[in-house]
């Protein structure tokens, strides 16, 4: 499969598009530390490395909670967007593409799948939407990770809000940001419309340091 995390399956690191130096920097500014005795929720997890990272700290339980990306192969979808850029013409979001959209197969799941056996984890796996799916069914977490996740929702304050729902303890958002000269104190979003943003149509914010804390403190947190 077209692999986006580098994991270390014991002897063989996975081919990801983040390399396994940015992988261990990220981990480390995430400040996990011991996580035995704790449950953790990956909101995201695609490939799986967090998940999995968490479960070798010593999690108790782990669970990796995923959908959209598990739908299509990025790397057919990176292919179309590259061939669309060099056109000049728009990039459809995956939904929009029967070809490459397929929920029913989730085909990039395939990485998670080769990992979580490779390293015959008891990651749980959850394939659905957190602004849908049952929460009273999922459970709440003493660690909730949100990495990458929050700028590609067209509702962040809902999704803030379901966040919080399913957070006992800590929850670590990791998000596109963005800073506005003489704005630095005022909450501000800025709204993506197209694919504008790096070629992404799945782009929809960018916040200010203000804004997310506003956010995160209006959902619940």
């Known amino acids: ?39 953790v929720l990956d909101v995201g997890s695609y490939d799986g ?3 999995f990272a968490a479960e070798r700290l010593g ?35 995956p939904e929009a593409l029967p070809d490459l959209w397929r929920p029913a ?10 990992a979580h056996e490779a390293l015959g984890s008891k990651v749980e796996v959850v394939v659905g939407d957190l602004l849908d799916y049952d929460l ?13 996740v929050l700028y590609h929702m067209r509702h962040p304050l809902l999704a803030l ?15 596109q940001a963005e800073s506005f000269r003489a704005a630095e104190r005022l909450p501000v979003c800025r709204f993506i419309e197209g694919d504008e943003f790096n ?8 916040f ?3 804004a997310l804390l506003s956010l995160c403190r209006a959902a619940g947190f």
Not at 62 to 70: I, K, S, T
Not at 136 to 148: H, I, K, S
């Open 105 to 114: 197969e989730l085909p990039g799941r395939r990485g998670f799948d080769v």
């Open 161 to 175: 809000e379901r966040l919080a729902q399913v957070t006992r303890g800590a929850a670590i958002i990791e998000t």
């Open 49 to 51: 490395y967090f998940a």
């Open 1 to 39: 499969p077209f692999w986006w995390h580098s994991i270390d399956l014991g002897g063989v690191v996975t081919p990801g598009f983040k390399t396994p130096e940015v992988l261990e920097a990220e981990l480390a500014q995430l400040g996990l530390g011991d996580l035995r005795g704790k449950s």
């Open 199 to 206: 070629g992404d149509p799945t782009n929809w914010w960018t």
């Open 59 to 93: 999690a108790d339980r782990v669970v990796a909670l995923d959908h959209y990306v598990w739908s299509f192969e990025l790397g057919e979808y990176m292919k179309y967007r590259d061939a669309c850029i060099g056109r000049g013409v728009p990039v459809a979001a």
């Open 136 to 148: 009273e069914a999922l459970g709440t977490f003493d660690v909730v990770l949100y990495l990458g």
């Open 208 to 210: 200010n340091e203000a």
